[in-house]
Every structure is written in C-alpha cells, then in structure tokens.
C-alpha cells in the first residue's frame, strides 16, 4: 500500500489482482474506491509518484502498469510495462519524478522506465547482474542511487507462500515452473492434487 505525496489517495493491492483508490478527500473514504483492473496476477507492490500523478502497480502476471491520477479517468489505458520474464515484486519511482524502477522475483533484474520518454513503455534500460530475486528497490532523494534488496527463502517457506497465494495443490506443469529440480509434492497433502499421477 501506499499513500499520495498529496495526502489524497490511499492505494491498496491485493491477491484478486486489483488494486484500489480510496479517495482521502471524501467524507467517507472507505466509500467507492476506485477499482484499477486489468492485471492477470496479484498486485503485490505498488508506488505513487513524489509529484501525485502516476501510480505504478506491481503484478506476479510479470508486468507492471502505470496509471494517471490526474485523468479525469484513473482507470482508462493504464501504461502496461512489459519486459520481465516473471513476477514483479517491487517498483520506485524516483523523486525527480522521470523514473519508474520495476524489480523481479524471478528474472533477477531491475528495469529503468523513463517517464519523460514519448512512450514510457518503450526501450526499458536492464540492470542486470543479481543472482537472486529483486524484491526491494529504492531510489535516492538526489536521484542518483538506485538500491537492491533481495529475500532468501527455504524450501519450506516457498511451499508455505505457495498455499497461501495459490489455495489448492499445485499441477505437476506448475510445480516444474515454480519448483524446478525439486520433487513434486502436494502443498495440501490432505486434499487431491489436479494430477495424482504427478505428484507419485
């Protein structure tokens, strides 16, 4: 979640693959927020711009979009930012308001989107190099730095983000996705599993 530099919009993303405006201005902000469709994927990391008019949502569908809050639409011909090879877990964008970094779980790269650019979603400059999944990025207040972060996850902490974010067994095509080189096993062991066969 995030708040606007300008104290109006609350934004939250969430596993229905959505994010949501709340409007901080009305008399009632938990009232009709706005609903951002659009992403196939849970929206896991979301920013706003220091200047309150883009918002950049994170999606595990391996992209992100840009939004403009000051449309009189916030929902219309969202900026889908394509590139990465897999989940996008966390996005900046810097203070001077021209970049949008976006960091991926799985591609282990970070992509530079220009906003001052024509279009946005055109030409993203690729940082490469990391052995691991990005899932912090950061951007200096100077706008000269751009930070990194990753997570380290045991088998059995990616078993557990799997019940919780997927709610059923894995197919044996899913599990060699995800889990490749490891030995297929059910998530749910008490509940069948969509090919039995597999997970033997």
């Known amino acids: 979640m995030a708040i606007s530099p300008d104290n109006r919009w609350v934004v939250t993303g969430s596993e229905d693959n959505t994010a949501r405006l709340w409007d901080l201005s009305a008399e009632d902000p938990a009232a009709n927020p706005i ?5 196939g994927g849970a929206v896991r990391a979301v920013a706003i711009s220091p200047d309150s008019r883009w918002l950049v949502t994170g999606s595990w ?11 009189k639409d916030p929902t219309a011909n969202p900026i889908v930012l394509r590139g990465h090879h897999w989940s996008v877990t966390a996005v900046a964008i810097s203070r001077d308001n021209r970049w949008v970094a976006t ?14 650019a024509k279009d946005p ?6 940082l490469r190099g990391r052995e691991r999944a990005v899932s912090a990025v950061a951007i200096s ?23 919780t974010t997927v709610g059923r ?6 599990w060699q996705l995800y889990f490749s080189g490891e030995k297929y096993r059910k ?7 969509p090919d039995d066969q597999a997970s033997q």
């Not at 979603?121 to 690729?126: D, K, Q």
């Not at 706008?143 to 019940?163: K, P, S, Y």
Request: net charge negative.
């Open 61 to 71: 569908d391996n992209t992100a979009r840009l939004w403009d809050l000051s449309a």
């Open 35 to 39: 609903v951002l469709r659009g992403h």
């Open 187 to 193: 998530t749910f062991p008490d509940l069948p599993g």
């Open 169 to 174: 067994n894995f197919s044996a095509d899913e």
């Open 141 to 163: 207040p100077d706008n000269r730095w751009l930070v990194t972060g990753n997570w380290l996850l045991q088998m059995n902490d990616l078993i557990n983000l799997a019940r």
């Open 121 to 126: 979603a055109a030409n993203p400059i690729v």
């Open 103 to 116: 960091g991926s779980h799985g591609d282990d790269t970070v992509r530079l989107w220009d906003l001052s």
